[in-house]
């Protein structure tokens, strides 16, 4: 199968400050990305969908100027956590999507702690 | 918006027997329902899909159905193995070829499966 890239596995930063995630598709063209929220034991959540060269789109809830997503090319989009508080600390995972069959790639994960 | 909807939240099942997951939708314009594996510290894997062109489709031990009418969808897996335990993910979007930018993957709650030896 395809193979999605994100970075860093993992990730301990203090309240206040940033995080950026980058994610990126090795073999294919993925014009659609999408970022997931996972808390322990549950279901991923995505938080917002992203399509190379537009604004994200934002699921209800989820902040934007929080959450900040760039797709600024075919293979890499970023999240950018912003001012960072305890409360996001979770396990982000972001996803690819391969047009010709419509089959997503998962990253590996991130898993921010913020102390 | 899509809403996906997945029972039981836990299943334990004996080992060589069959277990089933179950997952129901909303919005009938879906399409596409993929089923993702994720075992413990990794990231989901897709084992299995099915479009909504199609009643049922079968991978070895692992088959998926469609109910189109009553929009759900099951994920059956037979023969169960002990490396079968995971918990399992059903999901449904809305795919249009070669439009992209609508896209979206709707998850279902997860369902933790536990094979006993």
């Known amino acids: 199968g395809a193979v999605v890239s994100q970075h860093p596995s993992r990730v301990i930063c203090k309240s206040g400050t940033s995080v950026k995630i980058e994610c990126r598709s090795l073999d294919f063209q993925a014009t659609t990305m999408f970022w997931y929220r996972q808390f322990p034991k549950q279901s991923l959540m995505l938080m917002a969908t992203?399509?190379?060269?537009?604004?994200?789109?934002?699921e209800q809830g989820v902040e934007k100027d929080k959450f900040l997503i760039n797709h600024a090319s075919l293979t890499l989009s970023t999240l950018t956590v912003t001012s960072a508080h305890p409360e996001d600390s979770s396990f982000y995972i972001c996803?690819?999507?391969?047009?010709?069959?419509?089959?997503?790639?998962f990253g590996q994960g991130t898993r921010l702690t913020v102390v | 918006g899509e809403n996906v909807e997945q029972h039981p939240s836990t299943l334990s099942v004996q080992e060589g027997d069959s277990a089933v997951i179950k997952c129901t939708y909303s919005?009938?314009?879906?399409?596409?329902f993929p089923w993702y594996k994720q075992e413990l510290g990794k990231r989901p894997q897709l084992i299995i899909d099915i479009r909504s062109n199609v009643g049922e489709k079968k991978d070895q031990r692992i088959a998926v159905t469609l109910n189109k009418t009553a929009k759900h969808f099951s994920l059956h897996i037979t023969e169960t193995q002990p490396e079968d335990s995971a918990v399992y993910f059903c999901a449904a979007s809305y795919f249009i070829y070669f439009n992209f930018g609508n896209e979206k993957l709707t998850f279902g709650t997860g369902t933790r499966l536990t094979i006993i030896p």
């Open positions: 996803s690819g999507l391969r047009p010709q069959n419509t089959e997503a790639f």
């Open positions: 992203s399509n190379e060269g537009s604004k994200a789109t934002y």
């Open positions: 919005d009938s314009a879906s399409n596409y």
